[in-house]
C-alpha cells in the first residue's frame, strides 16, 4: 500500500524575518495544500513527477539536478531508503511567498516515513531546503507541522515554545496574489540573512535585542536590518492580543506597519508589490496589508471587515481559513 501525505502551506500574520534571528511569529497553515505520494524502489535512484515542476531523476548519490530534485534526494537519502519515486500535486502556488517549498520538504518527508519530535522534522527539511539552495529558517515548518483548524502557530525561536491559538471570529484574512513570483534562492534572502549576522555579532540576538542595541549598530544597513527585526518582534507581541480579541483596526495597523518596515528597513518588496497594495487598500473594510513571506514578490497578506470579500471587488484574493497542519495517509 502507498503512502500519501500532504502538508499545508504557511502565511505569516507578524513576525517576518525573526526566525533565524532568535525572534518570535505568528503564522497559519493555508487550506491548499500540497501532496506527495510516494512509490518505493530500490535501484539507488530518485525520481519526482510534478505536475507543476516536471519530471526530474538521478543518483541517490547525487548532488546535482533541479533543486526539487536535490531537496528529494535529500530527503530520502535522511529516510535510509533505497531510491523512491515521488508524485507531487496539490492545489498550493508556488513563488507566491505562501512557502511551496516548506509543505513540498514536510510532506515529502513525511511520505518517505521519517520520524521525530515536530522540531526534529522541521530541522531535516530546513537541512534539506539548505541542499537544495535555500537557507531559510525554521518558521514555515513548524507552522506547518504545528496547525490545526481555525488557529494561529505561535513561536518562540529563543525559547524553542509553539502554541495555538482561535484567531477570532471578528477579524477576516484573505491573501492577495502580486502576480509576481519569485525563489528564495534566486532572491536576495542571503544577502538579508548576512546583513542580520552583521548586525547580530555588534549587539547580540536580534530577537532579544532593544532599540538602544539598535542605536549602537554603526553600519547604516546592519542597523536597518535589526530596526526591522526588533520592529517587528514587538508586532508580534501586540498582535496576539488583537487576533485573539478581534481587534480589526489594531491589526491593521500593525500589518500597515510591518510592510512599511519590511519597505524601508528590510527593502524587499517591488514596484508591483506596492502597486497592487495601494490599491488593495483602496478597498472598503480593508484594515491594512503587507507582503508575506521572504519577500521580491508573491502574496499580501490583509486583514479585513469578514462581512467583505475581496474578490467581489476584483482583486485576485482568496480567503485565508486556517486549516490544519501535515499529515500521512495510506492510499
Do not use: W
Not at 4 to 17: C, D, F, Q, Y
Not at 79 to 90: F, R
Amino acid at each position: 500500500m502507498a503512502r500519501r501525505a500532504s502538508s499545508p502551506g504557511r502565511v505569516t500574520i507578524l513576525g517576518e524575518h525573526t526566525d533565524y534571528n532568535g525572534g518570535v511569529a505568528l503564522g497559519v497553515a493555508t487550506a491548499e495544500r500540497t501532496t506527495v505520494d510516494l512509490v518505493r524502489r530500490a535501484d539507488g535512484r530518485v525520481e519526482v513527477r510534478s505536475a507543476a515542476l516536471g519530471v526530474a531523476s538521478g543518483p541517490l548519490a547525487a548532488t546535482s539536478g533541479t533543486a526539487f530534485l536535490r531537496l528529494a534526494t535529500a530527503l530520502v537519502r535522511a529516510a535510509c531508503m533505497d531510491g523512491a519515486t515521488l508524485l507531487v500535486g496539490g492545489d498550493l502556488p508556488i513563488g507566491a511567498g505562501m512557502s511551496s517549498s516548506a509543505a513540498y520538504a514536510v510532506a515529502t518527508a513525511l511520505a518517505l516515513g521519517i520520524k521525530g519530535s515536530a522540531l526534529e522534522i522541521a530541522t531535516t527539511c530546513r537541512a534539506a531546503e539548505a541542499v537544495s539552495g535555500s537557507d531559510v529558517g525554521l518558521l514555515d515548518q513548524l507552522v506547518v507541522l504545528h496547525a490545526t483548524r481555525g488557529t494561529v502557530v505561535d513561536l518562540d525561536f529563543e525559547s524553542g515554545a509553539v502554541s495555538t491559538f482561535a484567531l477570532s471570529d471578528a477579524v477576516a484574512l484573505s491573501v492577495v496574489d502580486t502576480g509576481e513570483r519569485r525563489e528564495v534562492a534566486g532572491s536576495a534572502y542571503a544577502q538579508r540573512r548576512a546583513e542580520c549576522a552583521r548586525a547580530s555579532a555588534a549587539v547580540g540576538t536580534l530577537g532579544q535585542a532593544t532599540a538602544a542595541d539598535v542605536a549602537r549598530i554603526t553600519e547604516p544597513v546592519a542597523r536597518r536590518r535589526a530596526r526591522h527585526v526588533v520592529t517587528e518582534c514587538a508586532r508580534v507581541v501586540q498582535g496576539r492580543e488583537a487576533l485573539r480579541t478581534g481587534d480589526l483596526a489594531a491589526l491593521g495597523a500593525l500589518l500597515d506597519e510591518g510592510h512599511t518596515s519590511l519597505r524601508n528597513d528590510f527593502e524587499v518588496t517591488t514596484p508591483r508589490v506596492e502597486a497592487v497594495r495601494d490599491e488593495v487598500l483602496l478597498t472598503p473594510g480593508v484594515a491594512g496589508a503587507r507582503l508575506v513571506g521572504a519577500g521580491f514578490g508573491g502574496c499580501l497578506v490583509v486583514a479585513h471587515d469578514p462581512a467583505v470579500d475581496l474578490r467581489d471587488r476584483g482583486l485576485p484574493s482568496r480567503r485565508l481559513l486556517p486549516g490544519p497542519g501535515a499529515s500521512v495517509s495510506r492510499r
